[in-house]
Antibody, heavy 124, light 110 residues
Framework: QITLKESGPTLVKPTQTLTLTCTFSGFSLSTSGVGVGWIRQPPGKALEWLALIYWNGDKRYSPSLKSSLTITKDTSKNQVVLTMTNVDPVDTATYYC????????????????WGQGTLVTVSS | QSALAQPASVSGSPGQSITISCTGSSSDVDNYDYVSWYQQHPGKAPKVMIYDVSNRPSGVSNRFSGSKSGYTASLTISGLQAEDEADYYCSSYTSSSTYVFGTGTKVTVL
């Protein structure tokens, strides 16, 4: 059974750096084809895809946030970390991490399952 | 990349069928069969209902089906039930090797 859980600060001040950790079980990020992504959702608003890291270290970022995001993995700890620099109140959201599945050897796929999410508020 | 366009709300009576559209572009929906659909109940994490346009994960009711034509993907819920009341989001792989989500649709069971 695959599970993921997000952790990090609940309150961050504007201009600070936000660091979120996704701790997972039930799969290894060293297995070919595996990926872990981050998605966020501002209160009452839509989902927004942020970033994805693959088993081979390849990383992908949302074009609109690329300059402020960094995604890394620690395979030995079963963790993926997302950092966001220079946060703003508009970054207030629930942040989810999710396991990226794919069908066979397709290069793309879908997100399943998701963590429970962690609400981060950016405010002074 | 712009969010995929979905209607803000769709409603139907129990037992009816409804369809939610998801309109993208040549950079995403039109060129890739990697469209997925997610159901989200209030306060809960999203759950995948359809992947790769029309495939249903095990455990998901066969009342849910997906399709695609050109720039537009669709999710159909047949035999609408009270438990289907939720927010629904589509997602697509893009030509930038990234993913994009839709604007979301609130489904109301009348």
């Amino acid at each position: 059974q695959i599970t993921l859980k997000e952790s990090g600060p609940t309150l961050v001040k504007p201009t600070q750096t936000l660091t979120l950790t996704c701790t997972f079980s039930g799969f290894s990020l060293s297995t070919s084809g595996v990926g872990v992504g981050w998605i966020r959702q501002p209160p009452g608003k839509a989902l927004e895809w942020l970033a994805l890291i693959y088993w081979n270290g390849d990383k992908r970022y949302s074009p609109s946030l690329k300059s402020s995001l960094t995604i890394t993995k620690d395979t030995s700890k079963n963790q993926v970390v997302l950092t966001m620099t220079n946060v703003d109140p508009v970054d207030t959201a629930t942040y989810y991490c999710a396991h990226r599945r794919r069908n066979g050897y397709n290069w793309a796929g879908w997100f399943d399952p998701w963590g429970q999410g962690t609400l981060v508020t950016v405010s002074s | 990349q712009s969010a995929l366009a979905q209607p803000a709300s769709v409603s139907g009576s129990p037992g009816q069928s409804i369809t939610i559209s998801c309109t993208g572009s040549s950079s995403d929906v039109d060129n890739y069969d990697y469209v997925s659909w997610y159901q989200q109940h209030p306060g809960k994490a999203p759950k995948v209902m359809i992947y790769d346009v029309s495939n249903r994960p095990s455990g998901v009711s066969n009342r849910f089906s997906g399709s695609k034509s050109g720039y537009t993907a669709s999710l159909t819920i047949s035999g609408l039930q009270a438990e289907d009341e939720a927010d629904y989001y589509c997602s697509s792989y893009t030509s930038s090797s990234t993913y994009v989500f839709g604007t979301g649709t609130k489904v109301t069971v009348l």
